[in-house]
């Protein structure tokens, strides 16, 4: 183990070293008792204190923040996230969800890249708190016409082989719309997805009785 090399009176970033601490940090590191030029104090391991060239109590990190927001004109902070995330997917090589969204070649359009932009159409297609985003079609982008709010609980039912349809604002899949407006599911797949029906034509034409499941009169042998 190499010498300790005394960060005593030592500045880092915002940080003023003022003396170590009995602590260790988990890499073997010493620890240091730092004071921030915010005033605040606080505990830092030389290796951060050495990595990070803006080292502070964590004040810097929130003035950066609080100057995004009111770049941005922020007014919902988780609308915000949502939108870093979905940058992050498509962008981040270093995401834990890349592989499933830019490794595969989904991008967030190029307007969207504005948080403004993002923010104003969020708002106007019923954007609420506890609302997700969802892309209509799973192998598609993220853009407007690709795009919808539902529920967190209906975005765990969805995966990329399931075929999604739009109602009256509102996503579906074809189970739900079956349940939803008592349609027999097998009829309303067909329909849907053989017979290319419109939807409000596939959920409310009845299957008449001597008619097959789709509609169709049968023809005679």
């Known amino acids: 183990m190499g010498k300790l090399i005394d960060l005593t009176g030592q500045k880092f970033g915002r940080l003023t070293v003022i003396k170590r601490t009995d602590e260790i940090a988990t890499n073997k590191s010493a620890k240091w008792h730092c004071v921030c030029d915010c005033g605040n104090e606080c ?97 598609g982008n993220y853009c407007p016409k690709n795009c919808c709010w539902i529920e967190n609980k209906l975005q765990a039912q969805n995966t990329r082989k399931v075929r999604r349809f739009i109602y009256k604002d509102k996503v579906y899949t074809i189970r739900q719309l079956s349940e939803k407006f008592n349609v027999n599911y097998y009829a309303l797949k067909a329909r849907l997805t053989q017979y290319m029906w419109d939807i409000e034509r596939a959920i409310n034409e009845p299957v008449v009785k001597g008619k097959n499941q789709y509609g169709i009169k049968r023809l005679s042998n």
Do not use: M
């Open 43 to 139: 505990i830092k391991s030389s290796t951060s204190l050495r990595k990070f060239p803006k080292s502070s109590c964590g004040c810097w990190k929130a003035e950066i923040t609080s100057k995004l927001y009111k770049k941005y004109d922020i007014k919902n902070r988780k609308l915000y996230e949502i939108w870093k995330g979905i940058k992050a997917r498509c962008f981040n090589i270093n995401s834990k969800d890349y592989h499933n969204y830019g490794g595969r070649g989904i991008i967030i359009s190029a307007e969207w890249r504005d948080y403004n932009v993002f923010q104003k159409w969020a708002i106007e297609h019923g954007y609420i708190e506890g609302l997700t985003i969802e892309r209509i079609d799973a192998n």
